[in-house]
């Protein structure tokens, strides 16, 4: 079982308490105008496409999702953003990306190295852990929603590339260009999905223990609670204890 999968379960139930405070919204509206620079037409635009049904998934009003698009295609003023992906090390030597989009980049890039070095952690070079993840179509659903073998064959036939148990969820994970086939094939089936997105998944695991796991999971909240940050990943590992000992 993989403390990271199980980490990444808490981020969506926090994810959904978030929403109710527009925090989600935010983030997605961001991700909706910075996709719809590749085109308006989610047809023909998979990233907006992808972005769009995150959005419908948290109840987001259709206006807003259409001002987001027009933002984004430039049809409507403020949708200068830069988008950065940061690197770095977290307590214990876990390595840590953080997806930004911003409209100051010197005032992020600033208060992202200050959170790392205020967290046990060190901002690093563009290509310092890049290498130890691969982007991923990551789609997670309940255990108690769908038989392991159903599932199995279900997205293999739609492109999926592995199923994994993390506990709590299944996690499927796909080739990026097969994201929105796996996705729609899961919705057709009439099964719900805690998380859809594309994703850092590491390819190898770091275990952490202690007030090193714990450290970790400090920088990672602190990450995830800046207004400019998307999202964030890591390749650490904890046991199942005592990652319900540090979510409590």
Do not use: C
């Not at 989610?42 to 001002?67: C, E, G, Y």
């Not at 959170?115 to 255990?143: A, D, Y």
């Not at 709590?168 to 919705?187: F, R």
């Not at 714990?214 to 990943?233: F, P, R, S, Y």
């Amino acid at each position: 079982m993989s403390g990271h999968s199980k980490w990444h379960t808490i981020k969506h139930k926090k994810a959904a308490i978030d929403a109710k405070r527009g925090k989600v919204f935010t983030r997605l509206i961001k991700e909706i105008m910075i996709a719809a620079r590749g085109g308006g037409d989610p047809d023909s635009n998979a990233r907006l496409r992808t972005a769009i049904q995150a959005a419908k998934a948290v109840s987001m009003p259709a206006d807003n999702i259409k001002r987001a698009i027009m933002r984004g295609t430039g049809e409507l003023d403020g949708g200068q953003l830069d988008e950065i992906m940061f690197e770095g090390y977290g307590p214990g030597g876990a390595a840590v990306m953080v997806a930004v989009a911003t409209d100051n980049r010197n005032r992020t890039v600033s208060e992202i190295r200050h959170m790392f070095s205020k967290n046990g952690g060190n901002l690093g070079e563009v290509g310092s852990v890049g290498w130890m993840f691969e982007r991923k179509s990551q789609i997670l659903i309940e255990q108690d929603k769908a038989e392991e073998d159903t599932l199995m064959n279900l997205v293999l036939d739609a492109g999926a590339d592995d199923l994994r148990n993390d506990g709590e969820n299944w996690e499927v994970l796909s080739p990026m260009e097969a994201h929105y086939a796996v996705l729609t094939a899961i919705q057709k089936a009439g099964l719900p999905t805690v998380a859809a997105e594309i994703a850092m998944v590491p390819k190898n695991l770091m275990k952490l223990e202690g007030k090193t796991a714990a450290g970790m999971i400090k920088l990672t909240d602190a990450l995830e609670d800046h207004d400019d940050v998307q999202n964030v990943w890591s390749n650490f590992d904890i046991d199942e204890k005592d990652m319900e000992a540090l979510a409590s």
